[in-house]
């Protein structure tokens, strides 16, 4: 039986009051409507039976609400006969004084218990501004990060990781940081895989690093940044933030997924704005990879990632060796950049496996507004780092004066050479470096 409690709809309830999920679930039953309100009732007040304490006053405090409930295809006259399996789209209010304003207790309410009941997946959280007022939010976004790399022309900013992952020296870190400085990339990061190991300690190679870039900036007229891996435990975290931006340190890098958002959200608001913080997303695939468990990738990688302070976000494309649909992408971009309240806007870079070959097709359909990342694409060029750079900042001006890339690597001979190695991207023709491949 429905309760009348659990039953609202969108003009019933205060938006500022609620924080609305909504899902997609799958599975056999005559009744979802049933379904949901046991979701309703078993993520605020209530148990598998009744209890002494939960009250009517608590029920009409604290319990969650059914706002919707669609079935994919919506039957209207009757579900055919030989269906199994129904496909339901619903919306849940939570009670945002449940939740209090805190990250954690929000993915508790909306995907708690629940995340082990079956194929129910997450596809969105619609957060109140109270909620949202409470996170730092990216401190610098797209035109304050154009501005600190001195960046006026509107130009794609270029990211490069350090290649080897993992392994290598302070001393090999600081030659790869000078060819591709003058090569031109405008963000070099440390590799996810690269966090304190007694060979290359966070210490060790931001000093040697350090060095570069003052002489990358000495010689080229503007500004380099370079993205430390700082991601540890909260309270080495805190301490290498404090040491490393001590030390001189233009930007910080975090695993964000393997903390939580919670602590990286906290980082941020220790950082204060004093240097721009890049994102990354590895694990994230444990929390969105099914089609119908988890919770979404534009949530996972695109809304928590920007409410909780990333100025950049490197995330998979759906060009390189890490399969990912474009219109998912696309709709992690949407959630770093669209409007939401007064937050400013994450920039967006879809990488993996990437070579200029691609570059055009990724500002096509991401825009200039995008970071252009890679790591073996210019450490892989047949004439080293500095060449690969340059290749990937002529595919980004071609872009720029609509010139077809093919027609710009007969005047330069760095992108020609990438081109002739790894090609041009086109759709349905398979990438050589598909990890599934």
Partial sequence: MLDPLVLTNQEGIDPEKFILATYLITCPTRNMMEVVQAICFEQSTGTWTP????????RAQSVAKLVNVWEVPHFEDKVPEGVGDRT????VAF???????QFPQMLTAVYGNISMSGRL???DVRLPRSFVSQYPGPQ???????RELGIRDGRPPLCAMFKPCTGASPKALGRMMLELGLGGVDVVKDDELLADPAFCTVEARLEECLKIVREVEKERGRKLLYALNVTDSPEKQSKKIEKAIGMGANCLMFNVPTIGWASFAEAVQQIKGRVPVLAHPDFAGAYFGSPQYGVNSSLILGKFMRLCGADMLVCPS????VPMVLERVLSIAQNLRAPLYDLKGSVPAPSAGMHPGQVGQLLDDFGADTMVAAGGGYHGHPKGAQAGARAFLQAVQAWMNGVAVEQAAKEHEELRLALEKWGVFSWGKPTQYALTS
Avoid: C, D, M, S
């Fill in 121 to 123: 997946k997450v596809l």
């Fill in 318 to 321: 759906p060009y390189g060796k």
């Fill in 51 to 58: 209890v002494p304490e939960e009250t009517e006053q608590v």
């Fill in 95 to 101: 009670p945002a004084e449940n939740i209090h304003g």
């Fill in 88 to 91: 339901f789209v619903a919306t």
């Fill in 140 to 146: 610098f976004g797209a035109e304050g990060l154009r």
